[in-house]
């Protein structure tokens, strides 16, 4: 009888075990706030995470989730300075400038296919813009840059040694990067100004720059 206590322990501790041991045939532990079949003890269901990812707002990822709309502009991106309508006007200014002087590059170095298609159309489509914004600009008493800016004008010895297809990957690239920017710019600007010959000017414009875009993109997949 002296070990009868020693003999009580021993089975508490095995009734202990076998209360919080996973289920064999579920894998799921049967203590409080354990899973179930799949489902926490309180009957809520777990997220569907096989891969264990987490989406950015903290809920769970999955690989079916709209993709963000290629070639169209973001205001809330990156943009170039827009603080007044004064330097939007500038911003724009040198922006149509830095589209036409590299496409100019690019038709003296010999591009073709896409490449071309787009120099064409940059040196068209911005001339236009530019002719517009002059108005404006005159009506404002704004005096526009009829340059490139300086971050453009620094690439400009680099790619001048390019040739080939290694100019026309950069030269799409570019364009890329520079729509982007152009079109998130314009987004960003219509919201804030009150001038409605700016909005009416954006209005017109961002389109065709989103056109741009789309075009760059797809020109540069094709160099891929």
Do not use: R, W
């Amino acid at each position: 009888m002296k070990n009868l206590p020693l003999l009580l322990v021993a089975v508490a501790a095995f009734s202990v075990a076998a209360c919080t041991t996973p289920d064999s045939t579920t894998g799921a532990a049967t203590t409080d706030g354990s899973m179930v079949d799949g489902k926490m003890a309180d009957g809520d269901a777990m997220p569907n995470n096989a891969d264990g990812k987490m989406a950015s707002d903290g809920t769970a990822a999955t690989d079916n989730q709209t993709p963000a709309i290629v070639g169209k502009a973001d205001p809330a991106g990156p943009t170039g300075p827009h603080a007044t309508d004064a330097e939007f006007m500038m911003t724009a200014a040198h922006s149509d400038q830095n589209e036409i002087q590299q496409s100019k590059m690019a038709l003296a170095k010999g591009v073709t296919g896409m490449a071309k298609e787009m120099a064409d159309k940059m040196i068209a489509d911005h001339t236009k813009s530019t002719a517009d914004l002059k108005v404006i600009a005159a009506k404002k008493g704004v005096k526009l840059p009829a340059d490139m800016d300086a971050e453009h004008k620094a690439m400009v010895p680099a790619m001048q040694k390019m040739t080939g297809k290694e100019f026309e990957m950069k030269y799409l690239a570019q364009m890329q990067a520079d729509h982007h920017k152009t079109a998130n710019t314009m987004a960003a600007h219509e919201k804030m100004t009150q001038d409605a010959d700016l909005k009416a000017f954006i209005g017109k414009t961002l389109p065709v720059v989103e056109q741009h875009l789309q075009m760059a993109n797809k020109g540069a997949d094709m160099k891929m």
